[in-house]
């Protein structure tokens, strides 16, 4: 991999290319009479008028590739939520402070839109004096709003709650506590009922006084220590924790939705509002910040779907319905010894299917992935999804993933000797990235199946690499010095990867398509894709996709420049048998087109 300045200026060396090659981005910018700004819709500065650079005091290559958050100082985190607030607005308008590149800070209005095809542009005015935000309202006041020191930011300004740029970070310290505790944590993603129609008959003053009294009854609804924030406009997000079952999640719900639909008090008048709930629940849906809050909002979708003044829940894969969550920690404990054991019933095996990955160009299974399955006495083969968010649950994982290095290393071993040259990929579970235990677990699986180093390819979840620097980093040095690959799994547009990732010690990065299900690519989509690979190939990582189940996703994969590919269109987990069936076809067979 490069060292950190080359990556740096191959970054900005794309950004140019991705700026000159793309005729509307020169419109924008060349053609602009002011100072204008475009960055994708995760707020990447991709391009850059003439006339911003003097006002940012930063040079036109300086700016290309820093995140919009670059531009706005770390106590003032409220401006960076109102640009990023553009992901889902059409337009703001506000006095800004940016950060030069000398330091100082610069108070600029700033027009920005959403454009049509995801992207982010803003334009800067002169600089002006500095206006201050509202300040939030306390919760159990019904007072209007004061002046905001900005060391308030971090709570939200019309309902005093917290901010929005706070709820994955509160939610990432609850699941690390409930791991510990052995408890479970819900997350509930609220949205009023018709709020626009009723914001456009009260008036924008008392649909603030009506937001206000939202929050307020939230928080009465929730326990001590939970976490109320709003998110934007009349979304809320709540989370609570140390919950015995799901039946606890639900009763908060319920009483969410009842605090919601008695009268609302205002000057002259009573509001009747009711609202839609989402509700995921930890571990049963996620483990993980970003896969609760989405399952939540997934649930709060279907909720407003049927119709609003409602709660729906996260449903869970079909493959653990009937599965009882004591039935499967007790299986899980024996999978250290490569059994799964039931009560009252002969333990099974557990079992490693893999999946193909193809080389684009060539068409030609160059590597696998190991997937875990256990093959159920009653509900036949079980997926990792039914049992695996148990197993992070109770910290059993940390007593699994030694037998699948094992079990993975053995196998790609095998392959080795018929001289497959097949890469084999594992993934690394959160807990055990945490583990500083975790290169000499790796070691010894190399020392005793004989794989050579370069053929074993460890995927790191992006949220647990980023959130535990620099923990994280000294895991993964240790890892390289042994000569294994560390590919990044998922990842995503997200600043604090962008920021960092010329410092991880990675040989490639993994892009998740799954977003693509059930719909076909958006030009916001796509612009998303190309900003990911892009950065990746500037940094000399190899770029690979998953979750590929069409053949148009395979096209849009080559057009951005990605070399490997793996997903249901070019093959399905299998037995080793069956991968090895397989292999023994492609030596035997010319290269197709995965596809045909």
């Given amino acids: 991999m490069a060292d950190e300045p080359d990556a740096s200026h191959t970054l900005r060396a794309v950004l140019e290319a991705m700026h000159e090659g793309n005729p509307r981005n020169r419109v924008v910018t060349e053609r602009a009479s002011g100072a204008v700004l475009l960055a994708t819709i995760e707020g990447l500065i991709v391009a850059v008028s003439p006339k911003a650079p003097p006002i940012l005091g930063r040079t036109r290559p300086a700016l290309l590739g820093l995140s919009l958050a670059d531009l706005v ?11 990023l607030a553009l992901r889902r607005k059409q337009t703001l308008k506000k006095t800004l402070g940016l950060l030069r590149g000398d330091g100082t800070l610069v108070q600029v209005e700033v027009s920005a839109r959403r454009l049509a095809d995801g992207r982010l542009q803003l334009a800067l005015g ?29 709570h939200d300004a019309v309902t005093g709650l917290t901010s929005r740029l706070l709820v ?3 939610l990432s310290t609850a699941l690390a506590q409930a791991y510990r505790r052995r408890a479970r944590v819900a997350v509930l993603h609220l949205d009023l009922d018709q709020f626009s129609a009723i914001n456009a008959t009260l008036g924008r003053d008392l649909g603030d006084r009506l937001l206000r009294s939202v929050g307020r009854r939230l928080a009465r609804v929730v326990r001590e220590g939970d976490t109320v924030a709003r998110l934007e406009a009349d979304a809320f997000v709540m989370v609570a924790s140390g919950l015995r079952d799901a039946d606890d999640a639900l009763q908060i719900g319920a009483k969410v939705l009842e605090a919601i639909r008695e009268p609302f008090g205002l000057p002259g ?35 407003r779907a049927a119709g609003g003044d409602r709660l729906e829940s996260c449903a869970l894969p079909a493959s653990a319905a009937g599965l009882d969550p004591l039935e499967l920690e007790s299986a899980v404990r024996t999978l250290g010894s490569g059994r799964l054991a039931l009560a009252d019933a002969p333990s099974l095996p557990g079992e490693l299917h893999y999946q193909p990955v193809l080389n684009l160009a060539t068409s030609r299974i160059v590597a696998v992935e190991a997937l875990l399955r256990w093959q159920h006495p009653r509900h036949g083969l079980v997926f990792p999804r039914s049992f695996l968010s148990h197993a992070d649950f109770t910290g059993l994982i940390l007593a699994i993933e030694p037998w699948i290095f094992r079990t ?54 992006e949220e647990t690499v980023v959130r535990s620097l620099p923990h994280s980093l000294d895991v993964l040095h240790r890892l390289k010095a042994l000569g294994v690959a560390l590919v990044l799994d998922r990842m995503a547009v997200r600043h604090p990867v962008l920021s960092r990732l010329s410092e991880l010690p990675l040989d490639g990065v993994k892009l998740d398509l799954t977003f693509l299900r059930q719909r076909a690519a958006r030009p916001e989509d796509v612009s998303l894709l190309g900003t990911m690979a892009g950065v990746a190939r500037a940094l000399d990582l190899r770029v690979a996709a998953q979750g590929v189940e069409t053949r148009a996703q395979l096209d849009l994969l080559r057009t951005l420049g990605c070399v490997e590919a793996q997903g249901f269109h070019m093959g399905h987990p299998v ?18 087109d995965p596809g045909t």
């Fill in 73 to 83: 100082p770390r106590d003032a985190p409220g401006d960076l939520a109102l640009l």
């Fill in 126 to 154: 002169d600089p002006v004096a500095r206006r201050r935000d509202e300040a939030p309202v306390r919760e159990g006041s019904s007072e209007a709003p004061t002046p905001l020191a900005l060391g308030d930011a971090y």
């Fill in 168 to 170: 994955r970070d509160r």
């Fill in 269 to 303: 008048q009573v509001a009747r509002v009711t609202a839609s709930l989402g509700v995921s629940i930890f571990p049963e849906h996620g483990s993980d910040a970003g896969t609760l809050l989405s399952a939540a909002r997934e649930a709060l979708e279907r909720a």
């Fill in 408 to 461: 993975a290393a053995t196998q790609a071993r095998d392959w080795q000797r018929e001289k497959s040259g097949l890469r084999i990929a594992v993934n690394v579970a959160g807990p055990e990235l945490l583990r500083k235990e975790l290169p000499e677990t790796v070691k010894e699986a190399l020392a005793e199946t004989g794989l050579l180093p370069r053929l074993l390819e460890l995927e790191l979840p």
């Fill in 575 to 592: 037995p080793a048998a069956g991968l090895s069936a397989q292999l023994a076809r492609q030596s035997s067979a010319p290269a197709e």
